[in-house]
C-alpha cells in the first residue's frame, strides 16, 4: 500500500522502516531536504501547508498519516477530501490544543491536573493566583518537548509568564508534585480491536524525555487503570493508529498529563522489546492489517542521544545495546538516536544501562533520582 505521512523527522523513518517489511512504500512531506525519513522512501520538500505539495502527497497515497499533532488543520482536511487521514482529523484537533484535550480527559472520567483556559493578561494573573504557585503556563497548541511552557515558582516568574504569554490563549494547570512519570500507548484498528502496550517508566530532563523502562517496575497494580484510561480514549476518539497517553502517578493514583495521536518517543523501546514494534503496529492499523502482539521481550530500558552522539563501537560494545542514529546534524537539546538496551531480566539491563552512562549524548539519572513538574 502507497502510505504518505506529514512529517520527515525521526518518528516518520521509523514509520517508513517498519511498514517497508510489510510491502508499503512511503512518501514523506517535510520542509527540509535533510530530512532524516528521505532514507525510507520519497520526500516532497515543502511547508506542511503548502497546497500544491499536499495534493501532490494525497494522489501518492492510498492513506495518509503524521508524525506529530501540530499539522496544521487545513492541511489534514484539504488532505482528508481525497484519501483517508489515519489517525482522523478529529484526533489530530482534539490532540494539537490543550483544553480540547482536557475536555476529553474529564468527559472520560479520567483524573487530570486542576486547570484554567484564559485568553488575557489579567485572567492570566487571576488564574495563576488561583490556582496557587506553583503551578505551569503552557500555550494551547504546538508545545514538545518542554517548548512553550514556562513553571511559575515565584512572583519574578508570574511576571515572566504573563510577559511571554499574557497576549494569547493560554492554559494554566496546578503543578504535580508526581512520584514518576508514566505513559502507555494503545493502538486501534479499523474493526476496533485493540492492542495495548505495557506501562513505562519515564525520566525527563529540561523538559526533554532522556530515558525510558519497559515495563515501568513497579507498576502491575497501575496496569488495569492505565488500560482503562486508554480504551476509553481510544473508543471515544474513533481512533485509528496509535495514541500515548502520559501520565503522573501519585500516591499510586495516574493523572493524566497529555496525549499524543500518533507513535511516541516513549515506545522506542518496542522496535527491540516487544513482539511487535508501535511502528508496526501503527502501519497496520491505518492501512487495514491485524494486530500484532504487543507481549515484551523481557525487559527495555531506552536511552535519548541529546546534542551529541557517541562512537557507534562504545555503544555496541554493551552486551543487548541496539543503537539507531538518525541521521541528524548536532546541535544543543536536539534528538539524534536512542539506543535501547533489552534483556531477559531487570538487573541484567540496568548493568548494561550502567555502562552507557557517561557517553556522549546519553543523560542518565543517578539511581533514586525523582523529578517532579508537568513536562
Known amino acids: 500500500m502507497r502510505v504518505g505521512v506529514i512529517g520527515g523527522g525521526q518518528l516518520g523513518r521509523m514509520l517508513g522502516f517498519a511498514g517497508i517489511p510489510l510491502g508499503c512504500t512511503f512518501t514523506f512531506l517535510d520542509p527540509s531536504a535533510e530530512a532524516g525519513a528521505r532514507a525510507a522512501g520519497e520526500l516532497i520538500v515543502a511547508p506542511y501547508d503548502h497546497e500544491t505539495s499536499l495534493d501532490r502527497l494525497a494522489a501518492m497515497s492510498e492513506v495518509v498519516t503524521y508524525e506529530f499533532e501540530n499539522v496544521p488543520a487545513d492541511a489534514a482536511a484539504r488532505i482528508a477530501d481525497r484519501v483517508p487521514v489515519l489517525p482522523s482529523p478529529l484526533s ?20 487530570t491536573p486542576r486547570y484554567r483556559v484564559v485568553e488575557s493578561a489579567q485572567d492570566l494573573s487571576l488564574a495563576i493566583d488561583d490556582l496557587g504557585i506553583p503551578c505551569v503556563v503552557k500555550t494551547l497548541t504546538e508545545g514538545y518537548d518542554g517548548k512553550g511552557q514556562i513553571v511559575v515558582r515565584s512572583g519574578g516568574e508570574k511576571k515572566e509568564a504573563i510577559r511571554r504569554f499574557g497576549e494569547r490563549p493560554v492554559i494554566v494547570e496546578s503543578f504535580v508534585a508526581f512520584d514518576r512519570e508514566l505513559s502507555v500507548i494503545g493502538v486501534r484498528s479499523h474493526d476496533g480491536d485493540l492492542a495495548i502496550y505495557p506501562l513505562v517508566e519515564n525520566v525527563h530532563h529540561e523538559g526533554i524525555l532522556r530515558v525510558s ?8 497494580a497501575l496496569r488495569e487503570a492505565a ?13 485509528v493508529g496509535a495514541l500515548t497517553l502520559e501520565m503522573f502517578e501519585r500516591d499510586e493514583d495516574l493523572i493524566a498529563n497529555e496525549m499524543a495521536p500518533r507513535v511516541h518517543n516513549s515506545g522506542h523501546w ?57 541521521d541528524k546534524a548536532p546541535r544543543p537539546g536536539r534528538k539524534l538516536g536512542h539506543v535501547t538496551v533489552r534483556a531477559d531480566a531487570p538487573e ?28
Open 92 to 111: 489530530l484537533e482534539v490532540t494539537r490544543n490543550r483544553a480540547r484535550e482536557k475536555e476529553v480527559f474529564e468527559r472520560s472520567g479520567i483524573s
Open 213 to 220: 523502562r519497559a515495563p515501568a517496575p513497579r507498576a502491575e
Open 227 to 239: 488500560e482503562a484510561m486508554m480504551k476509553e480514549l481510544l473508543e471515544d476518539l474513533g481512533h
Open 270 to 326: 518496542t522496535i527491540e522489546g516487544a513482539e511487535t514494534s508501535q511502528f508496526e503496529n501503527h502501519i497496520r492499523a491505518i492501512t487495514g492489517l491485524p494486530l500484532g502482539s504487543t507481549r515484551p521481550r523481557g525487559h527495555s530500558v531506552m536511552v535519548n542521544l541529546i546534542g551529541a552522539l557517541p562512537l557507534p563501537h562504545d555503544v555496541l560494545a554493551v552486551n543487548g545495546a541496539h543503537l539507531h542514529l538518525y
Open 348 to 375: 541484567e539491563v540496568e548493568a548494561a544501562v550502567d555502562r552507557l552512562r557517561g557517553l556522549a549524548g546519553a543523560y542518565l539519572d543517578p539511581p533514586g533520582t525523582v523529578r517532579h513538574g508537568n513536562s
